[in-house]
C-alpha cells in the first residue's frame, strides 16, 4: 500500500512520486509539471499583503508565459507584468484584457511595432517608460491622447542572487538613471505628460534589508520629483526558498513595512499612494518540478556522477546562476521516494547530477563559481526517477531547449483535484527544423 501522505516530495505541495511516475508513464521524460495548488497558494499569499491604499500584485509574465498558467493566476485575481510586446501578445491570446498588462520593457520601438504599442495603448494597456528614448517616442501621442505613462527609474542600488540578475546597481541598464530624472520631467511638462505611476524594480534579492531600503528610496524619490503620482510600484524579486535552508521573503513583513511608509508619506503630503508589486518568481518557481530520468552512472576517481535526461536544456538556472535545486530520487515505478533533501539522506552514496548536453556545464549540481560538486543521496537505479525541485520559475521560459538538437520538452499540469493534463505538447523534430530553407 502506498500511503500518499508518505510518497508526498515535500511538506509545500501535494505533487507525490506516484503521481510522478505516472506523469512519466503517460507523457515520457523530460517533462515540466505544475502544481495549480501552490501557484493559487502563492497568488493568495500576494494577494493578502498588508497595504495602506489598495494594492496590485502583477504577475512577471516572463518567469513562466505558458498560458494556461496565465489563466490560473488571471482568474485568482493578478494583473501582469510583461517584459515584451510579444509578451503582451501572448498574455491578450490568453485571455487577459489589456487593462490588465503593464509593459515595462528593454525594447525600443519604431515603424509597425510603434504603431502597435500606440493602438495597444488606446486599448488600455499600461507603459513604463524606461529610457528617455522611449518617452520621447511616444510624448507627443501620449499628449494628445490624453495618456499617461508610468516611469522606471534606476536608483543607483541593487540587489539580486548573483551578479547576472542585478537590475539596479550602477552595472546594470534598466530605467530611467536618477540623473536623468529632471529632463524627463522637463519634457513631460512641456507634452502635459504627468507620471502617476512610478516603478522601481532592483532584482531577485533575499535581502530584506534591501528591499525596505528600496521602499525607502523609492518613496524618497517620489518625494523629491514626482508630484503628481498617485500609484507606485517595487517591483518583484520577492525570494522563494527552493532549498531546506533557503529563507523565502517574509511578504506579510514586506507589506506591513511598506503599509507604514506609505502612511506616513500621506501624513506628510496629503497624497494616498496605491501600491504594486510585480512577483514571478514567488508565484510560480516552487510549483514547478522536471521529472528526468536517469540514463547512466559514471565513477571517476574521485567523483561519482549519474546522467539524466534532462539538465541544462530543461533547467539552465545552475549553469546561469549557479542556483540550487532540490532533487529527488524516486524509484521508477513512484513506489517510494528514495531521498531527498527535504528528508534525512542515509548512506554515505554522493553524486554530481549531470545532463545529457555536450557541455561540461550541463550538470544540476554547480557551486557559485561553475564547479560540479556532489550531492548527498540514495544511489539511484538505471531508470529511477531524478526530479528537480522548485523549476517552475525561469526554467521553461528561459531554457536553451534546441541545443543539441533536442526538441523543446512538454509541460504538464498537476491540477487541484490531483489529475495530470497536458498544456504543452513535446515539440517535434519537423517543428525545431521548420523554418530552415
Ligand atoms: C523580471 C521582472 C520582475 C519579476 O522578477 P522576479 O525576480 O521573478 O520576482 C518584476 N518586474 C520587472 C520589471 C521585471 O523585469
Redesign the pocket.
Given at each position: 500500500m502506498i500511503n500518499g501522505d508518505i510518497t508526498r516530495l515535500n511538506q509545500f505541495s501535494r505533487f507525490n512520486s506516484v503521481a510522478a511516475a505516472r506523469a512519466a508513464e503517460e507523457f515520457g521524460t523530460p517533462i515540466y509539471i505544475y502544481d495549480e495548488a501552490m501557484i493559487l497558494n502563492r497568488c493568495q499569499d500576494c494577494l493578502k499583503m498588508p497595504h495602506a491604499y489598495g494594492l496590485t500584485v502583477r504577475y512577471?509574465i516572463?518567469?513562466n508565459p505558458n498560458r494556461t498558467l496565465l489563466k490560473i493566476i488571471h482568474d485568482a485575481g493578478l494583473h501582469f507584468?510583461a517584459?515584451s510586446l510579444n509578451e503582451v501578445i501572448r498574455a491578450h491570446l490568453a485571455g487577459i484584457p489589456y487593462e490588465k498588462i503593464m509593459l515595462?520593457t528593454q525594447e525600443v520601438y519604431s515603424g509597425q511595432n510603434l504603431d502597435l504599442l500606440k493602438s495597444l495603448l488606446l486599448d488600455g494597456l499600461k507603459y513604463n517608460v524606461c529610457s528617455l528614448r522611449q518617452l520621447y517616442l511616444i510624448g507627443d501621442f501620449a499628449c494628445e491622447n490624453y495618456i499617461e505613462p508610468g516611469i522606471r527609474i534606476h536608483p543607483g542600488v541593487g540587489s539580486g542572487e548573483s551578479a547576472t540578475r542585478n537590475t539596479g546597481d550602477e552595472y546594470s541598464c534598466f530605467g530611467i538613471h536618477l540623473s536623468d530624472i529632471d529632463e524627463a520631467l522637463k519634457y513631460a511638462w512641456g507634452k502635459w505628460i504627468k507620471f502617476k505611476h512610478v516603478h522601481v524594480?532592483i532584482g531577485?534579492g533575499a535581502d530584506t534589508e534591501m528591499w525596505r531600503q528600496n521602499i525607502d528610496i523609492e518613496l524618497g524619490i517620489i518625494e523629491k520629483h514626482f508630484k503628481e503620482t498617485d500609484s507606485v510600484c517595487f517591483?518583484?524579486?520577492?525570494k522563494e526558498a527552493r532549498m531546506p535552508d533557503e529563507q523565502a521573503a517574509d511578504i506579510e513583513f514586506l507589506g506591513k513595512y511598506a503599509k507604514t511608509q506609505i502612511e506616513k508619506f500621506n501624513k506628510k503630503h496629503k497624497r494616498k499612494l496605491k501600491m504594486e508589486i510585480?512577483?514571478?518568481?514567488?508565484i510560480v518557481a516552487n510549483s514547478g518540478y522536471i521529472l528526468t530520468k536517469v540514463i547512466d552512472k559514471k565513477d571517476t576517481a574521485i567523483k561519482s556522477f549519474i546522467l539524466t535526461d534532462g539538465g541544462m536544456e530543461t533547467n539552465p538556472r545552475p549553469l546561469y546562476y549557479g542556483s540550487q535545486h532540490p532533487i529527488y530520487i524516486l524509484s521508477g515505478d513512484g513506489a517510494h521516494v528514495k531521498s531527498s533533501e527535504f528528508s534525512d539522506i542515509s548512506g554515505n552514496y554522493s553524486a554530481v547530477v549531470a545532463g545529457k548536453c555536450c557541455e561540461s556545464g550541463d550538470c544540476q549540481t554547480l557551486d557559485a563559481d561553475g564547479h560540479a560538486i556532489s550531492r548527498k543521496m540514495a544511489e539511484p537505479e538505471i531508470g529511477d526517477l531524478a526530479v528537480i525541485g522548485g523549476t517552475g520559475?525561469y526554467c521553461s521560459s528561459l531554457a536553451p531547449f534546441n541545443y543539441n538538437s533536442h526538441t523543446q520538452v512538454p509541460e504538464v499540469l498537476f491540477t487541484s483535484s490531483g489529475d495530470l493534463k497536458l498544456i504543452r505538447k513535446r515539440q517535434t523534430m519537423e517543428q525545431m527544423l521548420e523554418n530552415e530553407i
Open positions: 512577471a516572463k518567469a507584468d517584459s515595462t524594480h531577485s517591483g518583484g524579486g520577492l510585480e512577483p514571478g518568481t514567488f520559475a
